[in-house]
């Protein structure tokens, strides 16, 4: 079975350019979870899918952060513009959607911001 | 708010010994209860997962606890090996629905010294 991808793996910008991850499910998965991992810290939730509805951004900083799930499947989480404190691990992650299920993790985009 | 924390932040023993990782959380109104493992430049693994009904959970060398009423989970590694070397984080799920609430605590980073 597949597993959780991302791209890309690691990333470097400058502040106030934009960025953009893509993430690809396990299939068949209908929940998708983007958490933010700032070094030294667990991961924190940003937004998560339920197919292709948001059922929690409480956490996503919604004036520079924004993400889809178009078709419920992939999904993309864009910053625009970025600023020196995003730097940090963008974690993927999915389940079967059944409630609090195991979660899935993608292997996560590094990224630095200059 | 729930809060969850993780002592000590990291933790070093020579191969073969025992050890236990502490987790502690400030809410007991949760769902379950899951251990996970993070290696270096890599995602998060599920190691187990306790819901809030049971006590323990076991797998191979590994045992974790939970005590809802006192806040704390432990997990407990037998016979340590230095592929056991790597973060260990808890995350405590809050609700059973697609917008459970999940946290993170910052981790343990362990190192086996062969």
């Known amino acids: 079975e597949a597993g959780v991808a991302q791209s ?46 948001v059922v929690d951004d409480s956490q996503l900083p ?24 995003d730097s940090a691990v963008y ?20 990224l630095t911001v200059l | 708010k729930q809060e969850v ?7 070093s023993v020579p191969e073969g010994e025992n050890l236990v990782l502490n987790c502690s959380f400030t809410d007991s109104a949760i769902y379950n209860l899951q251990w996970f493992r993070q290696d270096p430049g890599k995602g998060l693994t599920s190691l187990l997962l306790i819901q809030s009904s049971q006590r323990e959970q076991t797998s191979g060398r590994l ?9 704390r989970s432990t997990l407990y590694i037998a016979a340590s090996q230095p592929g056991d070397s790597a973060t260990y984080l808890c995350a405590v799920i809050r609700g059973y629905s697609s917008a459970s609430k999940i946290i993170f605590g910052s981790g343990t980073r362990l190192s086996i010294r062969p």
């Open chain 2, 63 to 71: 045992n974790a606890s939970l005590d809802k009423s006192s806040g």
């Open chain 1, 8 to 53: 890309p793996r690691y990333k470097i910008i400058e502040k106030r350019q934009s960025v953009a991850f893509w993430c690809n499910p396990i299939s068949g998965h209908a929940t998708l979870y983007w958490y933010q991992q700032i070094l030294g810290q667990g991961p924190k939730l940003l937004i998560q899918f339920q197919n292709n509805g």
């Open chain 1, 62 to 85: 919604k004036d520079r952060f924004s993400a889809e799930r178009l078709k419920g499947v992939d999904s993309t989480l864009k910053i625009q513009p970025a600023k020196l404190e």
């Open chain 2, 5 to 11: 924390t993780q002592i000590p932040a990291a933790l």
């Open chain 1, 91 to 110: 974690l993927c992650a999915s389940s079967l959607g059944r409630g609090a299920d195991t979660q899935y993790f993608g292997p996560g985009t590094r």
